[in-house]
């Protein structure tokens, strides 16, 4: 888990693009885009956008194709936006999305909801709004993810210049968040399966002329193929072989989500995070249905029940410096735990 330190801090942006500041974008009068000339990993998905964000007259939002600009002119509540399509059940899903501006005020969430979420239920109320009921789940600006009205600790705080990352498995109804392009664990396992549930991605804000952009989506059908390269992207060592072999070129990049290629600015490098400390290492009474209580210090002693969920995050670096032999090879059990239960 995240220490209070790690919690607190920011997490610097995806790249080392100039973006506007925010007196810039509250005194601009035209575009809020057209200060942006940012477009870093746009060409990592093959530009692929399998769904844009569905365009209303009643949202406080003013849509174009890829582009959100919320509150466009003064904030008076929260504004829902929604994708123009439904995330098909025994499909995987994986969209990215810029943060153009810096994120400020009650909150910014990404995640996803069902067709029963209300769009205009806190147009004039400022509300963390998705989890705030069954019907969606959220990861908010602030770090914590958010399910029938729990909100738990998941990852840093982000704001400005960050890639955010949702992945939706509707096969097993799994969902799971990225932040510049590092997996933060699975959180929440309890994702309707259902076909007749129809689920949508969903953003909402309560920050005056926010700015997001997708910067890719995608599904995939769930194949064997998928799965086994699924399996593979947690072990560099073997994803790096596959990489080399021509052949398969075509199909890297159709589940290039599963390992998406990172690149660091320069002050994540100088403030990167060991991944054993960024590791989000949630009690499986956490992750399943959402408990009705706070996570505490005394459940600890269950959090090895439920490393699957993100036991590929976990550095084995610490370990073998040590030479703490026992350390290790627990440590290698947890991980091929994860990898059998992938398969």
Known sequence: MLTNHHQDHCCPGFCDCIFPRCMEVTN???????????????????????????????????????????????????????????????????????????????????????????????????????????????????????????????????????????????????????????????????IPTDPDVLIYPMVCSTAAKSVISLVSSTSQEVTLQLRAFQTLSKQPQKLEELRQMPGLKSILQSYWFLAPPVRYSQRAKENELDLGDEAVLCPSSKLRLGRKQKFTETDGANIDDDLYSNAHKITLRRSLDSGDEEHTASVHDMCDEYFHYLL
């Open 28 to 190: 601009y009068k035209g575009n809020i885009l057209d200060l942006v000339k940012c477009r870093c990993g746009e060409a990592d998905s093959g530009h692929r956008l399998d769904w844009l964000w569905q365009t209303t007259d009643s949202s406080d939002a003013q849509i174009s194709g890829r582009d959100i600009i919320f509150h466009p002119t003064y904030s008076q509540g929260t504004a829902i936006v929604r994708g123009e399509k439904p995330l098909k059940a025994g499909k995987v899903h994986f969209w990215e999305m810029r943060i153009i501006t810096a994120l400020t005020g009650t909150d910014v969430m990404f995640g996803i909801g069902t067709e029963n979420v209300n769009l205009e239920q806190f147009k004039f109320h400022f509300v963390s709004a998705l989890g705030t009921n069954a019907q969606s789940w959220g990861f908010s600006y602030s770090g914590k993810i958010q399910h029938c009205g729990e909100q738990l600790p998941y990852g840093q705080k982000f704001s400005q210049g960050c890639l955010v990352g949702v992945y939706l498995d509707r096969c097993r109804g799994h969902l799971e968040f990225y932040l510049n392009r590092r997996a933060l664990g699975v959180a929440y396992i309890n």
